[in-house]
């Protein structure tokens, strides 16, 4: 496998400008492949055809945009999927918005905090409360449903980056998500990568369509085989 850089959240928000200003590959374009991403690896993280109870965890940012995508096309596959949120309806704004209309108008179970005082059973759980721009500790309702999902028994899947962690300096945030999984998008993050395998578990690397040329724009420098043999590549083997 050739070398895999790790880059910082600043980085890749500068990826991301370019990916949408100058490539023109819109927000919402990056998002349905990343939340299809996020999909196909709990697919095969699954392992069964059998329909699944999935909770999808998200929040108010573009984590919580692609926990809703993925949790879109999980539904589509035949899994019985939820999405609790951070915050009520009216308090998700922008992409985040849109997505959530779309489970919306698909019926797919969606949970105000006001309704929930546990987590329901389930057989996966997707985190994507928080993103590459936490700076502290998790606070609030995202802090609550950390709590609650460390304390569920089911694997959990983080996307990009354990909800808690910070993505420059790998610190752990009290509380943070203990994934059994994380799907890391594009890069891993500095953080990721320096932090313990009780935070990571098993550490993928996903293919959201950045060209090479776009990284070497930021000093970056990226093999153009890197995903030749697949989409999604084991960066961190099982905890």
Not at 48 to 76: S, Y
Not at 84 to 103: D, F, M, V
Not at 188 to 193: C, E, I, R, V
Not at 202 to 228: H, K, M, S, T, W
């Amino acid at each position: 496998m050739p070398s895999i850089p790790s880059i910082t959240g600043s980085q890749m928000a500068q990826i991301d400008a370019i990916m949408m200003n100058d490539v023109g590959v819109n927000t919402f374009q990056l998002m349905e492949l990343a939340g299809y991403m996020v999909a196909e690896a709990a697919r095969k993280h699954l392992r069964t055809t059998t329909p699944q109870r999935i909770l999808a965890l998200a929040g108010t940012g573009g984590n919580g945009g692609d926990a809703m995508v993925a949790a879109r096309f999980l539904a589509g596959w035949g899994h019985d999927c939820t999405v609790l949120l951070t915050r009520q309806h009216h308090g998700y704004t922008g992409i985040a918005a849109h997505q959530l209309a779309a489970l919306d108008q698909l019926h797919i179970p969606v949970i105000e905090p006001a309704e929930l005082e546990s987590l329901p059973e389930a057989d996966l759980i997707i985190d994507g409360l928080l993103g590459f721009n936490l700076h502290g500790n998790p606070r609030g309702e995202a802090a609550r449903l950390i709590a609650l999902a460390n304390a569920h028994p089911a694997p959990t899947l983080a996307i990009d980056i354990s909800s808690g962690l910070n993505a420059d300096t790998g610190e752990v945030g009290d509380p943070c998500i203990q994934a059994t999984l994380t799907v890391t998008l594009a890069l891993p993050k500095t953080g990721l990568m320096m932090a313990p395998p009780e935070i990571t578990g098993q550490i993928l690397l996903a293919d959201i369509g950045v060209p090479p040329q776009v990284y070497g724009r930021i000093g970056v420098e990226v093999a153009g085989n890197l995903f030749a043999r697949s989409s999604l590549l084991t960066i961190r083997g099982d905890r």
